[in-house]
């Protein structure tokens, strides 16, 4: 079954450094998400990538961040000017349809353990 | 503001044992419902999801959720658990057709006896 791949699988970055996150989603998905997941919360939503747009992002999603679809396979999350509160669990997931609708769920990834120093 | 409700954030059974977790939102309008699970160190997979029709859904591995519109609930249940079973479950809310994001509960700690 194909699969969403996330890359690193870790990544430690000393605080005020931008750091890179990229997500491979399944080749035929069109639409792309990034959640991520503090130490014992919930996961939250960050932001949705259609047609190389955001399409909804959250309050989490302030202007430090950013989305990317550099080429026609990865899609890369980008956090400049790192805080502490930036470590988190980020989960990429891809999906055929808005939201993962008629009934084409959303599809997620292994997770990049960030951690800021 | 809409959210998702766990209330229960650590459950411990013995195998065999049966098995129900509780979800809860608060949303008047349509919704898309989903239970993921996520196993010591993997991913979020999805477990089952509710987008129509018959409110009992079947997932995968012996688990089932029913979708009670009236109670705004979508308890997942599972007759008999297994060790393998121990993972964390998440139960999560799309809000309507057009909603691109998911709203996540808070999660589940499921630890299983063996």
């Known amino acids: 079954e194909p699969e969403v791949t996330q890359t690193p699988s870790h990544q430690v970055t000393q605080m005020g450094q931008e750091v890179i996150l990229r997500c491979v989603p399944i080749?035929?998905?069109?639409?792309f998400y990034w959640y991520r997941q503090i130490l014992g919360q919930k996961v939250e939503f960050l932001v949705s990538f259609y047609n190389n747009e955001i399409s909804e992002k959250s309050e989490i999603f302030d202007d430090r961040f950013s989305v990317e679809r550099p080429d026609g396979s990865n899609f890369t999350l980008k956090i400049r000017s790192t805080k502490l509160e930036d470590s988190a669990m980020y989960f990429c997931a891809s999906s055929t349809l808005v939201g993962g609708g008629n009934n084409q769920p959303q599809h997620f990834g292994d997770g990049t353990r960030l951690s800021i120093l | 503001a809409q959210s998702v409700s766990q209330h229960n954030h650590h459950v411990i059974l013995s195998e065999a044992a049966s098995l129900e977790l509780g979800c809860n939102y608060s949303?008047?309008?349509?919704?898309?419902l989903f239970w993921y699970v996520q196993y010591p160190g993997q991913h979020l997979q999805l477990l089952l999801k509710?987008?129509?029709?018959?409110?009992l859904v079947k997932g995968i591995k012996g688990f089932e959720a029913e979708f009670i519109k009236s109670k705004f609930s979508f308890n997942l249940r599972k007759p008999s658990v297994q060790w393998s079973d121990t993972a964390e479950y998440f139960c999560a809310v799309r809000l309507d057709s057009s909603a691109s994001k998911i709203i996540f509960g808070s999660g589940t700690r499921l630890s299983i006896r063996p």
């Open positions: 949303y008047g309008g349509t919704v898309n």
């Open positions: 080749s035929n998905h069109l639409y």
């Open positions: 509710y987008f129509s029709g018959d409110p």
